[in-house]
């Protein structure tokens, strides 16, 4: 707490944010769940591995309301116990395939445990007491079971092609198709699970879980991001998820980035990056709007305001070559605070959008499209939130976008007369 107060020391907001939330009284949903886990030691054994292996989703799971919280943390789970198996490079490659290819049934079998992870691996002790997960897995309405295991058998199966394939073998992603296929089976086929839970529980519509490209691009604007913001964490530890078809077009090797002879070419390929999630915003944008249920909202717009504060943070910022930068955690407090209705997330989404505007330069080789996914975003926002939302800055709404049109306009004089 303290060094989040020194960091947010000249930002009073943000202070006023860290108080707040440190002493707010809990929630009635917070409060019926904390009696439940007194009653159940299954169940608490389950959300205090939910506590240890997700800091930020765990908070915005207990607040759910009482017909999802369990599914969804269930859920989450065991897609975290999935994705520890995958993630270990300790592992015996058929072993990992022969696991991740069954998950999908081994959360069936009461008393399954594993102990074959590495000793370093950080969820290791999930799957060495998995069998809580799986008693609790298999007291959920049926319904919820049966979505659950579908998307472990869809995720399992994609993670399993990828780590037997070639690209495990050089860990590295080569087309941008490839990019957008493994963070639909990491984090899009997340989006479809969550969607149909929401559905399912009676809180959303039917029609929240039949747009699959909607939810799918929710995952996907989350992990972009922070495989964005992990450059340096995943090039020390051996993995590569920039795809060579967009890093190939500034350097000949993917370590190329962090040597300082190559600081242009570095930041012009960190800005290819972030524009190629900034085209998803508008999709992201139209999910939300779309959400009824408070809790369900809450529940998947913080992630995606924290997400976009994130992409502002790293664009054009040269730090992401040197470690893994995050946002304060006074401003992402004040995100949590206020991400709770749709004109308070467009509000949010326009300020980071503009933060990006403002970092964009006009040297960049990506900077005229750029500008236009700027444009874009302002124009979905314009269009479609509420007038109440409108009208209270309807004065500057389209100032960013006469910025784009005649940026993108002096940046072509400016190429014509260097001809």
Known sequence: MLSAILQSLTRPSELQALVSYKFAPKSENIRIHQDNLAKDESKRRCYDFLNKTSRSFAAVIQEL???????????????RGLDTVEDDMTLPLDRKVEVLRSFDKIIYQRGWTFH????????????????????EFLRLDDKFQKVIADITRRMGNGMADYAAGEHRENTSVATIADFNLYCHYVAGLVGYGLSDLFSASGLESPQVAENKDLSNNMGLFL???????????????????????????????????????????ARACLNAMVLNVLDLVPDVL????????????????????????TLALVFNNMEVFERNIKIRKGEAVKLILASK????????????????????EADDPNFM????????????????TSSKAVTKSSSVAWMPVVVCILAVVGYAFMQQLSQ
């Not at 209705?341 to 964009?360: A, E, G, L, P, T």
């Not at 500008?371 to 926002?381: C, D, K, N, T």
């Open 116 to 135: 074959e992870c590495g000793p370093d691996e950080k969820d290791r002790e999930l799957l060495v007491h998995f069998d809580v997960v799986i008693d």
């Open 223 to 265: 992990q972009k991001t922070n495989i964005i913001r992990d450059f340096r964490e995943d090039l020390e530890e051996g993995r590569q998820f920039w795809p060579r078809e967009i890093w190939g077009q500034y350097a000949d090797e993917f370590s190329d980035f962090i040597k300082p002879e190559n600081k242009t070419k």
């Open 286 to 309: 139209t999910y939300l709007n779309q959400l009824r249920n408070q809790s369900v909202f809450n529940f998947c717009a913080i992630p995606q305001t924290m997400a976009i504060a």
């Open 341 to 360: 209705d749709m004109d308070s997330v467009v509000d949010i989404f326009r300020h980071y959008i503009r933060v990006i505007s403002q970092k964009n």
């Open 65 to 79: 309301d009482d017909q999802l919280r369990d599914a969804i943390c269930l859920f989450y789970l065991v897609l």
């Open 369 to 384: 499209e750029i500008s236009i996914a700027v444009g874009r975003i302002e124009q979905w926002i314009e269009a479609n």
